[in-house]
T-cell receptor, first 114, second 117 residues
């Protein structure tokens, strides 16, 4: 069990560019979540997957955001035409659906849009 | 919608002393889970402790314990024998236990805990 990993850890981009982040969950975890955290705030839910199915998307997830989880393993979060307001830490978490479900977080990807 | 409130932005504690971090929440549900997560500077968030709402007994994990007051919708974290490594941001979080509900976490704004040597 190597924990949840995220890549890249840091990303600096210019406004208008597209960026893609990757999350590798703990193996055998069938649920995967994306959250966004801005400075001084708690994480806010963006979207989640059960296996390969995307079951819910937050209103925070505008049309410029898309997430996938092909084959129910790793997930990608893409932001198109980035804006300065997209600057934040993007956190991924995974869990195994069940009674004692606990979400385990990755280290996050810090995005800075210039 | 559920909300989680952490009204203290910062707290400080002397090493080896005890500190209590406050959290209140609002929900119309009767079955849910509450969590405290710790986020050290530039490091990933880790689970400190969890509480099932149906359990009357307060959860404990070594030096960490909670005071869960369901009627008051209060969920405070007590850290005993504080250590320098306890310095971090602490987030209170809520998750619905309702069948079929999205199992997302709803977080408070967090509290920054500093530990004085």
């Amino acid at each position: 069990d190597t924990g949840v990993s995220q890549n890249p850890r840091h990303k600096i981009t210019k406004r208008g560019q597209n960026v893609t982040f990757r999350c590798d969950p703990i193996s055998e975890h069938n649920r995967l979540y994306w959250y966004r955290q801005t400075l001084g705030q708690g994480p806010e839910f963006l979207t989640y997957f059960q296996n390969e199915a995307q079951l819910e998307k937050s209103r925070l997830l505008s049309d410029r955001f898309s997430a996938e989880r092909p084959k129910g393993s790793f997930s990608t979060l893409e932001i198109q035409r980035t804006e300065q307001g997209d600057s934040a830490m993007y956190l991924c978490a995974s869990s195994h659906r069940g009674f004692q479900e606990t979400q385990y977080f990755g280290p996050g990807t810090r995005l800075l849009v210039l | 919608a559920q909300t989680v409130t952490q009204s203290q932005p910062e707290m400080s504690v002397q090493e080896a002393e005890t500190v209590t971090l406050s959290c209140t929440y609002d929900t119309s549900e009767s079955d849910y889970y509450l969590f405290w997560y710790k986020q050290p500077p530039s490091r990933q968030m880790i689970l400190v402790i969890r509480q099932e709402a149906y359990k009357q007994q307060n959860a404990t994990e070594n030096r960490f314990s909670v005071n869960f007051q369901k009627a008051a919708k209060s969920f405070s974290l007590k850290i005993s024998d504080s250590q320098l490594g306890d310095a971090a941001m602490y987030f209170c979080a809520y998750r619905s236990a309702k069948r079929g509900a999205n199992s997302k976490l709803t977080f408070g704004k967090g509290i920054t805990l500093s530990v004085r040597p």
